[in-house]
């Protein structure tokens, strides 16, 4: 009970409308405020935890494959949402590549990397969706540039680490840091699949 008040504020971050608040700071310029988007985002962030886990656990060209897939594809995915200006919710499909890549890295699955380039570029677009239309009155060019290197940044931060833990033990900590991962996942989409159903209801 004395860890309650610690854990609440903690449950908080996972609630949806939080989660996909990502938080644009401009005070440093379009490109920290660029470089600074993507750590904002829960939903983001525990992505790409869950992938580099589960890309730890299979061929490593996979992992070469997959950051070249995310910078690019970021870059490109939050140029075209820029110039579009189309407004959609990413939420509900990245919480669900979540729960796919929490679920992948908790059991340890074993794939061929074809399938995990294609879930890290699917999440890639989705990073440079959100990117995009976060890029408000800012320059683009510089915004999108410090999204893309943070993200790169990020993804390379985590594969760097976890390529340093070599001990069975270990392994299973990610595991289960992956399989938390999921379960936040499939609690987040849960939330926004059945907000607009329960807002319905309020008189």
Not at 82 to 98: D, G, I
């Amino acid at each position: 009970m004395r860890k309650l008040p610690f854990v609440l504020p903690a449950l908080l971050l996972f609630e949806p409308n939080t989660a996909s608040a990502h938080v644009v700071w401009e005070g440093g310029g379009a490109f920290w405020a660029g470089f600074l988007h993507p750590l904002t985002s829960v939903d983001q962030v525990c992505f790409l935890m869950a992938l580099s886990i589960w890309l730890n656990f299979n061929e490593p060209q996979a992992r070469l494959w997959s950051m070249g897939a995310v910078v690019t594809l970021s870059a490109l995915a939050a140029v075209v949402s820029w110039w579009s200006k189309r407004e959609f919710s990413t939420l509900p499909v990245m919480t669900a590549l979540m729960v796919v890549a929490g679920l992948g890295g908790a059991i340890r699955f074993k794939v061929h990397g074809t399938i995990l380039v294609t879930l890290a570029s699917a999440g890639a677009c989705l990073i440079g969706t959100e990117t995009g239309k976060a890029v408000g009155v800012l320059s683009p060019g510089s915004f999108i540039i410090g999204a893309s290197l943070s993200t790169l940044i990020l993804l390379v931060y985590l594969l760097g680490g976890l390529e340093r833990l070599r001990s069975e033990w270990q392994a299973v900590a990610c595991r289960a840091i992956a399989s938390w991962i999921a379960a936040v996942g499939i609690m987040m989409l849960t939330f926004e699949l059945w907000q607009p159903h329960i807002q319905g209801q309020r008189p």
